[in-house]
């Protein structure tokens, strides 16, 4: 079973120059202590939530201080830049790193994003799907030309090619009902999460994605990585209470995410969207934990990540360290540390 950390979030309080110090130490730590790859996120324009706009920068100065963990985008989000220029960069980042990145791509449900840089979010589903196929075709190292609504691409030929042999593995952010069919045709491993939906939800949404996977004919069993808070403590007490602010911050700030998506064009139908946001603005703290998180000690963090395993049929986790930023440094840590010393053995 694959185990990922999820780097996104900036330490309450913190300035942008112990932030991305924190990072860095973050990746040393995940290399040291047997963590398959490093998933950064793609936050712009919050610097109260993160400094991690340039994310395949940042994935490149992991890659040149580590020579085992591997690093991914979770997401690049493909419809804010060229797909050319990502297919460069991100050919690049897999020669530094001699084959150890991973290609997590999505569209974003931040809406405000796309406001900000002036592209309209209903444009976004047909941005990504043009912007990959280009970039699977700009890998192959030859001459090509393309002709779609918002990209056009005239005999062009893209260097370097990758390290990894097409390509860097690829895996999609899955959210919407839409998108998990859409992904297992297209034959991409996917990301889920439990920030706006439930476990119920996601049962219900991987059945189709796993029969369209199969019905397109793919080689191989479909692959799904979930995205969830993870924070390990000596006691049960621990793990309740010591996460209690920041889990708290951290959710209060995803039902306003949600919420301000509702009615947008490009994010679902309203009534769907309003009904997630409100269902978790409506959360308690036990209906968090039991429902959102996964938080405990060792033998309980295993037993649940069995459970999650089973119910939706995983075969990755990638754990949020700290959501919502106020967890202290050493706490933080520490739940790292039992984390992949306690619980990771269990499952490898």
């Not at 994003?113 to 700009?138: C, H, K, M, W």
């Not at 459970?307 to 986790?317: A, H, K, S, T």
Request: proline content about 7%; hydrophobic content about 40%.
């Amino acid at each position: 079973m694959h185990f990922g950390i999820f780097v996104e979030e900036i330490r309450h309080g913190a300035n942008q120059v112990a932030s991305f110090r924190d990072v860095f130490e973050q990746a040393d730590r995940a290399e040291a202590w047997g963590i398959d790859c490093v998933w950064l996120g793609e936050i712009h324009f919050t610097p109260s939530r993160s400094v991690i706009s340039a994310s395949l920068q940042v994935a490149s100065a992991i890659a040149t201080r580590t020579r085992r963990v591997r690093v991914g985008t979770a997401v690049q989000v493909l419809p804010l830049n060229h797909p050319l220029r990502i297919a460069e960069e991100v050919a690049t980042i897999d020669h530094i790193s001699e084959g150890r990145f991973e290609f997590g791509i999505g569209r974003s449900g931040v809406v405000r994003t796309y406001d900000t840089y002036g592209v309209p979010y209903a444009e976004s589903q047909a941005r990504f799907r043009e912007g990959l196929e280009i970039i699977r075709q700009a890998w192959k190292g030859e001459p090509f030309s393309y002709e779609g609504e918002f990209y056009r691409v005239n005999n062009a030929t893209v260097a370097p090619r990758p390290y990894q042999d097409p390509h860097p593995p690829i895996r999609m952010a899955a959210t919407s009902e839409e998108t998990f069919p859409a992904a297992g045709r297209m034959g991409l491993p996917i990301f889920v999460g439990l920030r706006a939906t439930e476990i119920p939800d996601l049962q219900v949404q991987l059945a189709p994605y796993r029969q369209a996977w199969r019905e397109a004919g793919h080689p191989g069993e479909p692959s799904v990585y979930l995205r969830i808070p993870v924070y390990v403590s000596p006691t049960a007490e621990g793990a309740r209470e010591e996460p209690r602010e920041s889990l708290a911050a951290f959710f209060a700030r995803q039902t306003e995410l949600a919420r301000s998506a509702v009615g947008r064009a490009g994010a679902g139908p309203a009534d769907r969207r309003r009904f997630q946001a409100e269902r978790m603005a409506n959360l308690s703290y036990d209906d968090i934990l039991a429902k959102k998180v996964v938080f405990g000690t060792a033998a309980s963090v295993i037993d649940r990540l069995g459970e999650l395993r089973e119910e939706l049929g995983l075969d990755g986790v990638v754990a949020e360290l700290n959501p919502g930023g106020r967890i202290p440094p050493e706490l933080e840590t520490r739940s790292l540390q039992l984390l992949t010393h306690e619980v990771m053995p269990a499952f490898k």
